[in-house]
């Protein structure tokens, strides 16, 4: 159970009576709460819901398969020895557990592997009979659901490029088609033409009929009325992950599937399942190799093999991962029972899950969540266990979908927000036009970003998803979540709300046995909030005087450079100038500050900001949303003895020269927001002090002296343009410059959560080091700052590239390394569902000629935005 979100869960449970720890299994050895100790006790501090995405393996699945792999001798199946020979005797073996687990035979489906179902659905696009249409004949159907996965609707490109006609059909075209008879057509005509659909919504779990594969098979129902024989491909990647699926009574024409949706180990593999009535019609240009019988390398000369599985099986197939497979499969035969228990379990979760999520409203009687489905989780016939839903407000505004997955990363709650790969599901259920999705794009979304909301829309949602291994217990952790964020007063109660009694209550066979619509005050009852960490801070901090260190610098001309006359008079009713009050650089990034008060500018920030980062044993940036021990790591740069001494408590200090050495560094790549980085490491005496303090291993690396890394451009930022911002190891610009003004604000709406009003749980220091800035002024007025267009800090010019959108590393105590999930969530309902604080900067010119500074004490003088009047 996730910290932070376990605890007494009588009302919960009083929603669902007969969900105790008593309850009994849903079949002998089925226990998913067992399972959660003896096979994932990786999970013990985490609620993993994203098991559309993918679902997780058991400890003994991989031992087993570790196991097979030390104890016998593997060959490419290509060849003719004897370990190749068992490689294809098991590679075979494992084909037919595969069928058989679908409930069909090889004389009734072949089985192709692939990389995934992707790679099987562009099979099927490049293999298919297609019949190109022209000036006298109509030519061949391409037919998709509206709701299918982007890998469907990508198979349109291979059928344009064939001159066949591609058909978006909606959900609703499809149910209204099976109400009505087919317009009947010429039966003689075998016009092939293909159907394409989900089992599964991968969106909203919404189940389709298995029966269109017949009725659309035999013409009774028709996507498009044309004349012609209509093929059937069921996309049951998402399906098969928790339900079984019997080929011998739905015998779909094609069927791509991945295994990591089902066993979670190994990825990259998926197959193609091909009813072998259809194999004969498929065609193919390119052969690799295993797939010739005979060719020649100087004639059109070409002979394939004979299966199906040697045609279309280009080279040698990953066959490692397929005898992977046959652990997977004894696996969660033994730990389950097989997918009925699965699906009844899944689906309970889901439905249990779904009624509670239902029931949560505000006082003023407005639902807390809106939820996307076509069903009401009546049945598993009609709904799979995804839920997809957007956390709405008081006032029914809905609340960004990468707001709501910071606050769950907080609860070690982990579920998948977006459109997830189904944008024709995602306009359906949101509401979002063509016009729409191409003017978000314009405004800089893309798919699966974080911009979340647009003019208020929102551009995706919130999916949670249950797995074999799900427990009661996660669902409750998901449900107290939503509960301690959005039903909590400021005194961290929760709000009071009318009881509906015994509404809603699942039986223990997860059966819904009231089902009352709720309206009004009518709303759940009895909920418990979360109890929050409120950790209290201390006051200590290490100011280092620079002064000594640097070269002395003349004091600036006491006419400073202003930005012209339009910063005259720019704040009305100012009570006084700006003041940089403090200076923090950063030299290991998300480490600990290192706060100065005259610091000397580099061309990427203040000189060694962000020049350093610990990343782990494959290279990977470790920040503190992953190790938040990292803000314990204290540096301090020496300027003039050119070292950087690293203290940590309990560790002796260790010194980092700030360049590199004479002798030859190990140069290697990482990666900071997208952008591949150039470093060397520093050294493995520094490597194995880190990794004995955070206890696992490290690397501290620094970027490269002769690397450059570019800013990318901002939208609307062009008077500028000439200008190029070089950065360290920044996420995003060289500066972040926040108000204390601002802070303040926040500082009262924290503090208010104390009822007796006497004990302060947030300092202000503190709260400062939460957000991590460099530069800190005392502003007039809160969040000011993001009104400014540009600055000038002394005789300093910066642009203001624009607001920092905080993520939940603002929760860590920067002097303790505990979270608390009050700071992002109070921030995030004072700002009306925008986490924005502070804002960056890029300096604009700077004289290399000449050492420059930034200090403590000097004025700040900004340039308002010409549009004000129009800024949120």
Excluded at 492 to 508: D, F, I, K, M, W
Aim: proline fraction near 5%.
């Amino acid at each position: 159970m996730a910290g932070g979100v376990a605890g007494p869960g009588a009302e919960l449970l009083a929603f669902a009576p007969g969900w105790d720890a008593s309850a009994p299994r849903l079949t002998p050895g089925y226990s998913p709460r067992e399972l959660r100790e003896s096979e994932f006790g990786r999970l013990a501090e985490t609620v993993y819901l994203d098991h559309a995405g993918a679902t997780l393996f058991p400890q003994s699945q991989l031992t087993n398969f570790t196991k097979d792999l030390m104890e016998n001798v593997y060959g490419n199946p290509h060849s003719q020895n004897i370990t190749s020979k068992l490689t294809h005797d098991t590679v075979e073996q494992v084909r037919y557990r595969v069928l058989a687990h679908f409930h069909t035979m090889p004389e009734d489906y072949s089985m192709v592997f692939t990389s995934g179902s992707t790679a099987a659905l562009k099979l099927v696009a490049e293999a298919f009979p297609w019949v190109s249409r022209g000036p006298e004949k109509s030519g061949s159907q391409f037919c998709y659901l509206t709701d299918n996965h982007t890998s469907v609707v990508g198979m349109r490109k291979v059928a344009e490029a064939m001159h066949v006609t591609y058909t978006p059909v909606s959900p609703e075209d499809m149910w209204s088609a099976e109400e009505q008879s087919a317009v009947a057509c010429d039966p003689d005509c075998q016009l092939p033409h293909l159907f394409c659909y989900p089992a599964q919504s991968n969106f909203s779990g919404t189940r389709y009929p298995l029966s269109w594969i017949e009725e659309v098979k035999s013409g009774r129902l028709r996507p498009v009325n044309v004349p012609g024989k209509w093929f059937v491909l069921l996309d049951a990647a998402s399906y098969v992950s928790t339900s079984p699926l019997d080929l011998s009574a739905h015998q779909a024409d094609f069927v791509p599937i991945s295994f990591y949706k089902i066993f979670g180990f190994p990825t990259g593999l998926g197959a193609l399942l091909v009813n072998n009535r259809v194999a004969p019609l498929l065609r193919k240009s390119y052969f690799g190799g295993g797939t010739a019988a005979a060719y020649l390398v100087g004639e059109d000369f070409y002979i394939s093999r004979p299966s199906v599985a040697e045609r279309f099986e280009d080279g040698t197939i990953s066959y490692l991962d397929v005898i992977a497979l046959k652990h997977g499969f004894d696996a969660l035969e033994r730990l389950t029972g097989g997918m009925e228990n699965i699906a009844r379990h899944t689906f309970a979760l889901a439905r249990y899950t779904h009624a509670a999520l239902s029931s949560l409203c505000y006082p003023n009687g407005a639902p807390v969540v809106r939820i996307y489905s076509d069903s009401e989780f009546s049945s598993p016939d009609v709904q799979g266990p995804i839920i997809n839903f957007n956390v709405l407000d008081d006032s029914g505004n809905v609340i960004g979908y990468s707001e709501v997955d910071k606050m769950a990363s907080l609860y070690n709650i982990h579920l998948r927000t977006g459109c997830f790969c189904n944008t024709g599901a995602c306009q359906r259920h949101l509401g979002i036009s063509n016009e729409m999705v191409k003017k978000h794009l314009e405004a800089g979304h893309v798919c699966g970003d974080n911009v979340d909301l647009i003019d208020g829309q929102p551009t995706g949602s919130v999916r949670i998803s249950f797995g074999y291994m799900s427990t009661f217990e996660d669902a409750q952790a998901f449900l107290r979540f939503i509960i301690a964020t959005r039903l909590r007063l400021p005194g961290g109660q929760p709000v009071p709300q009318a009881s509906t009694g015994e509404g809603g209550a699942l039986s223990a066979e997860g059966k819904v046995q009231d089902t009352s619509a709720v309206n009004g005050r009518d709303c759940v009852s009895r909920w418990e909030s979360t109890c929050m960490d409120s950790s209290v801070w201390n006051n200590s901090s290490s100011t280092v005087n620079t002064v000594g260190l640097c070269p002395a610098l003349s004091k600036a001309s006491s006419t400073q450079q202003t930005l012209s006359e339009k910063a005259a008079g720019i704040l009305p009713g100012d009570r006084g100038p700006h003041i940089v009050t403090n200076l923090y650089l950063y030299p290991i990034k998300s480490c600990a500050a290192f706060e100065v008060t005259r610091w000397p500018i580099g061309n990427q920030g203040l000189l060694y900001d962000r020049s350093w980062m610990v990343v782990n044993h494959n290279g990977i940036c470790l920040s503190q949303k992953q190790e938040p021990r990292l803000c314990l790591i204290q540096p301090f740069i020496n300027l003039q003895q050119r070292i950087m001494v690293i203290k940590a408590k309990g560790m002796e200090p260790i010194e980092v020269p700030l360049e590199e050495g004479s002798e030859q560094a190990q140069i290697c790549q990482s990666k900071v927001c997208t952008d591949r980085v150039n470093t060397y490491d520093c050294g493995e005496k520094i490597s194995s002090w880190l990794s004995k303090f955070l206890g696992r291993p490290c690397h501290l690396i620094k970027q490269s002296s002769n690397f450059q890394r570019n800013a990318k451009k901002k939208h609307g930022k062009d008077q500028f343009a000439g200008i190029t911002a070089t950065l360290s190891l920044v996420n995003e610009a060289q500066y972040l410059l926040i108000n204390t003004s601002s802070i303040l604000e926040l500082h009262q709406h924290l503090n208010t959560s104390d009822e007796n009003g006497k004990e302060e749980l947030f300092l202000m220091k503190d709260l400062i080091s939460r957000f991590r800035a460099n530069i800190i002024m005392n502003g007039t007025r809160p969040f000011e700052e993001e009104t400014w267009d540009e600055v000038s800090i002394g005789s300093l010019h910066f642009q203001v590239l624009g607001p920092c959108h905080r993520c939940q590393m603002i929760c860590i105590n920067q002097q303790t390394g505990q979270r608390n999930q009050d700071v992002f969530q109070k921030l995030s309902e004072s700002r009306a569902r925008k986490v924005n604080f502070g804002v960056y900067l890029m300096h604009t010119s700077l004289d290399s000629s000449s050492p420059c500074f930034l200090s403590v004490g000097s004025q700040v003088v900004p340039v308002l935005k010409e549009n004000v009047g129009h800024h949120d």
